[in-house]
C-alpha cells in the first residue's frame, strides 16, 4: 500500500453541501513538524520534565500554526505552503520557553547527558594537570607493553 503524499482538506463554506473544493496539506507539512514533537517529548523525558511542558507547547504551537494555515487559504484564496506559518509558529515558542526555563543550551545541543560530562571536566583541576596527563600516560604504555610481553609480542616504544 502507498501512503498518501497530501491530505485533502476541504473547503470552509457557509454553504455545507458545497465541499467540491479541496486544500492540499502535504505529507511534509505533518511530517516535520512532527518530528519536532517527538524531538521535544524526548527532551522532556531527558530532563525529568513532569508536566512534558517543551511537548505540551509544541502541540498547542502546531496546532495554531495549521490555524494559521487554513485562515490564510480562506482569507487569500490561493495556495500557501504550510511550513510558512509552521515553522514560526512551532519553533518560536519552544525557544522562548527554552529560554526561560534556562535549557536552551540542552536542548540546542540536544544531549543532556554530555553536557554534563563537559561540565564535570571542566570543574575538576585535576583530569587538565598535564603532569597528571603525563603520568597516566606513562602507566598505560607500561600495562601496554605487559601485556604485549605476556601474549609473546615484544614491542619498543620510539620515545625511549
Known amino acids: 500500500e502507498q501512503l498518501p503524499m497530501v491530505l485533502k482538506v476541504p473547503h470552509l463554506t457557509p454553504d455545507p453541501c458545497y465541499t467540491f473544493t479541496y486544500s492540499l496539506l502535504g505529507f511534509g507539512d505533518i511530517l516535520v513538524p512532527g518530528l519536532l514533537l517527538s524531538f521535544c517529548h524526548g527532551f522532556d523525558l531527558m530532563i525529568g520534565s513532569g508536566w512534558k511542558v517543551y511537548w505540551l507547547v509544541s502541540c498547542v504551537s502546531y496546532t495554531l500554526g ?17 511550513l510558512l506559518y509552521l515553522v514560526p509558529f512551532c519553533l518560536i515558542p519552544i525557544f522562548f520557553v527554552a ?3 534556562g535549557e536552551f543550551q540542552a536542548m540546542w545541543k540536544g544531549d543532556i547527558q ?10 575538576d583541576d585535576f583530569t587538565n594537570d598535564p603532569v597528571t596527563t603525563n603520568q597516566s600516560a606513562d602507566s ?14 615484544v614491542h619498543q616504544s620510539k620515545e625511549e
Open 114 to 123: 554530555e553536557q554534563d560530562n563537559e561540565d564535570d571536566q571542566g570543574e
Open 99 to 101: 529560554l526561560c526555563r
Open 140 to 153: 598505560n604504555q607500561v600495562a601496554a607493553a605487559a601485556t604485549n610481553q605476556n601474549n609473546g609480542i
Open 66 to 82: 495549521l490555524l494559521a494555515t487554513f485562515i490564510s487559504l480562506y482569507l487569500m484564496n490561493s495556495a500557501q505552503p504550510a
